[in-house]
């Protein structure tokens, strides 16, 4: 069992800039895909970046530019760099890992930290 633990959520005004964290509860080096999703009040989840065990990156269109994506396996932790926040990214940030097998697949959720961004 993967046990994630976010932290990092905060209030911050447009413009400003926060930085997200999720601390796995064993070695991220045995995991395949990492992720981070958010859900804004009303909406549903939205995939927002993703980095793969090969380093691989990829972000939604709305982030692109402004929020990058990282990984420090020496501390078992995968981050979220976010710049240049607008209104919209106001949400709930969930990070996600998953161990993919040949014929199956573990998917692992942390609780959630909320992002607010407002003037």
């Known amino acids: 069992q993967v046990q994630l633990v976010e932290s990092g959520g905060d209030w911050v005004q447009p413009g400003g800039s926060l930085r997200l964290s999720c601390v796995a509860s064993v070695n991220i080096l045995s995991i395949n895909f990492m992720d981070w999703y958010r859900q804004a009040p009303g909406k549903e989840r939205e995939l927002v970046a993703t980095i793969t065990d090969g380093g691989t990156t990829k972000y939604a269109d709305s982030v692109k530019g402004r929020f990058t994506i990282s990984t420090d396996n020496a501390k078992n932790t995968m981050y979220l760099q976010m710049n240049s926040l607008a209104l919209e990214d106001t949400a709930v940030y969930y990070c996600?890992?998953?161990?993919?097998?040949?014929?199956?697949?573990?998917?692992?959720w942390g609780q959630g930290t909320l992002v607010v961004v407002s003037s």
């Open positions: 996600h890992m998953r161990k993919q097998f040949v014929l199956e697949s573990y998917d692992y």
